[in-house]
């Protein structure tokens, strides 16, 4: 008897397919799947967060240590003035039962204010010293107070929790600390429609409070300002959460060309005390401030 | 952003080199499989009736590490599910390596045919959690040399 092995051809076992055809299919299903995903988990993370009845977010917001980063007693002339504006607008706003916004003064160069869980929105010295009338504050304490009465900042913590566990059920990373990651002075990322609503909610409120909207613009135009002087221009419209500022500032026109309202009236000057405020800077230590948390 | 391009790097890296060395890999085998065709390695138990023969136990086994190319498509792949294209040139070249090795014993033994040619396959990437696939293809037969009657 004869034994032979015969001469088997190539490519049974194997495939023929070139093997980037394979890895381009799969990292293209992969990332589609991965964008559904996390848009649908964002999306409904957002929902669900915001059905969490206010009483409890002031319970989450009370998790956090607010007293090493918040309140610079070196002006409690200002910070009640604040306040004071803040109670008005909540007022003109018609926030729900049993939300009530604090408004906290941050010693702190950062040209920013920003609206955070439990209803407290911070304002940074930065940004008020830039303020040339009590109508821009106005606007810029009506933005975030609204960002409060819309929930937007629960709404963005749910997301991102949401979005952070679906990160680690998915890679297998055991961050036990999510809560933890996300702080109390971690500024929040809103949604270009957010902003949007709660820029059309400080317009309204601007009218409610002064019956014009004089002053408002303004806002956009320091943080446009601000951008100019630091070179940095406006970042691409898509990437940005914000809307750009031009847009911002001619919305306010269409709001008061919808409604009927003037664009220019008198405006209200700040308090006497409040430049100085502002300049009390001599504080026996430095506070933690939100960059270095 | 970082992690993201050093990724891109390893996988760039690992297609690269990998399908250069699998491309080597695949020649040097046919080219030899044709040298060793001579000696015949059947899958039967029962040896040939018509002689004498010396047995011998003979093996052959090949360790082979994966590149960094086909993990990443794998670990993609798992997410869908399907057949895993990746790693069959692999265990492929794997399993002939070993046969080749085998015939290579056997041939330095003036063996005539191997017969009862088994496989064995193992995965030796240890413990760690993130383990590269390095596979042990180990083959073994029962080599014939005939000796006068």
Request: net charge negative; charged share 25%; no cysteine.
């Amino acid at each position: 008897m004869e034994y032979k092995n015969p001469h088997i051809p190539e490519n049974i076992n194997t495939s023929k397919e070139h093997p980037l055809k394979d890895f381009s299919i799969l990292l293209i299903g992969s990332i589609v799947l991965l964008l559904i995903g996390t848009v649908t988990l964002a999306f409904g993370g957002g929902w669900l967060a915001s059905k969490i009845p206010f009483s409890a977010e002031i319970k989450i917001a009370n998790m956090y240590d607010l007293s090493d980063d918040t309140d610079d007693d070196s002006a409690p002339e200002l910070t009640a003035y604040l306040q004071s504006l803040t109670d008005k607008i909540s007022e003109a706003q018609k926030l729900p039962d049993g939300m009530k916004v604090t408004a906290h003064y941050l010693d702190d160069n950062t040209v920013n204010a920003f609206a955070t869980i439990g209803g407290h929105i911070f304002m940074y010295r930065g940004l008020l010293e830039k303020l040339p009338n009590e109508n821009t504050l106005v606007t810029l304490l009506s933005h975030e107070i609204a960002h409060v009465k819309y929930r937007h900042p629960i709404k963005s913590l749910g997301s991102g929790i949401i979005v952070s566990i679906g990160i680690a059920a998915l890679t297998g990373g055991t961050d036990s600390n999510i809560m933890g990651e996300t702080g109390m002075l971690t500024v929040l990322k809103f949604g270009r429609d957010m902003e949007q609503q709660s820029d059309e909610a400080a317009a309204q409120t601007l009218y409610a409070l002064y019956g014009h909207l004089n002053g408002g613009a303004e806002l956009f135009e320091i943080f446009h300002n601000m951008r100019e002087e630091m070179g940095a221009g406006e970042s691409y419209e898509m990437f940005s959460t914000h809307p750009l500022d031009e847009d911002r500032i001619e919305n306010f026109s269409t709001i008061a060309k919808i409604e009927g309202w003037e664009e220019i009236g008198e405006l209200t000057p700040l308090p006497d005390f409040y430049r100085s405020a502002l300049k009390s800077r001599d504080r026996a230590h430095q506070k933690l401030s939100a960059g270095t948390k | 952003m970082y992690e993201l391009i050093l990724t891109v790097v390893l996988v760039s890296l690992g297609y690269i080199f990998g399908r250069r060395a699998e491309s080597k890999h695949y020649k040097s085998i046919i080219m030899r499989e044709k040298e060793m065709n001579t000696l015949p390695a059947m899958a039967s138990r029962r040896p040939p009736s018509d002689g004498h023969y010396d047995q011998a136990l003979v093996s052959g086994s090949v360790v082979i590490a994966n590149d960094y190319f086909k993990s990443f498509v794998a670990g993609l792949r798992n997410l869908f599910g399907g057949q895993m294209r990746s790693y069959e040139t692999l265990l492929d070249r794997a399993r002939r390596e070993a046969v080749l090795r085998m015939k290579q014993e056997a041939k330095t033994l003036g063996a005539e045919a191997i017969f009862n040619v088994k496989y064995e396959t193992s995965n030796i990437s240890g413990q760690t959690r993130k383990k590269m696939p390095v596979i042990e293809v180990h083959a073994y037969g029962t080599a014939l040399t005939k000796y006068g009657i």
